[in-house]
């Protein structure tokens, strides 16, 4: 069964940055929109940022807009979080997910192949 792959987390002092990557693993990811998603200790889990992959439309979170760029490389089957100027509250389990079509509004349940996520800790 297909599924994401993440890797790219680790600790990281305020105001550092990390670039997360999410590898496709037997998903086709034709006509679908690729989200990084969040989940912080006791808290639900958010949408970070959203990437279609028939055109080269992104949307961010307002938390992270302006830090955090998200981009593609087809040819890899990968999707990429660059993570600038890194807060505290920035710290979560990070991990992505797809939805059919290239709406990046769709609601959570609607988001498959999810992978083990990966840890960012932004600490002095």
């Known amino acids: 069964q297909g599924r994401f792959v993440e890797s790219g987390g680790g600790l990281v002092q305020p105001g550092g940055s990390l670039r997360l990557s999410c590898a496709a693993s037997?998903?086709?990811?034709?006509?679908?929109?690729i989200k990084w998603f969040r989940q912080a200790p006791g808290k639900e889990r958010e949408w970070v940022s959203c990437?279609?992959?028939?055109?080269?439309?992104?949307s961010y979170a307002r938390s992270v807009k302006g830090r955090f760029t998200v981009s593609t490389d087809s040819a890899k089957k990968t999707v990429y979080l660059q993570m600038n100027n890194l807060k505290p509250e920035d710290t979560a389990v990070y991990s992505c997910?797809?939805?059919?079509?290239?709406?990046?509004?769709?609601?959570?349940?609607?988001?498959?192949?999810w992978g083990q996520g990966t840890q960012v800790t932004v600490s002095t």
């Open positions: 990437i279609s992959t028939g055109d080269p439309s992104t």
């Open positions: 037997k998903v086709t990811l034709d006509y679908h929109n």
């Open positions: 997910a797809a939805a059919y079509g290239s709406s990046c509004l769709q609601p959570q349940y609607e988001y498959n192949y």
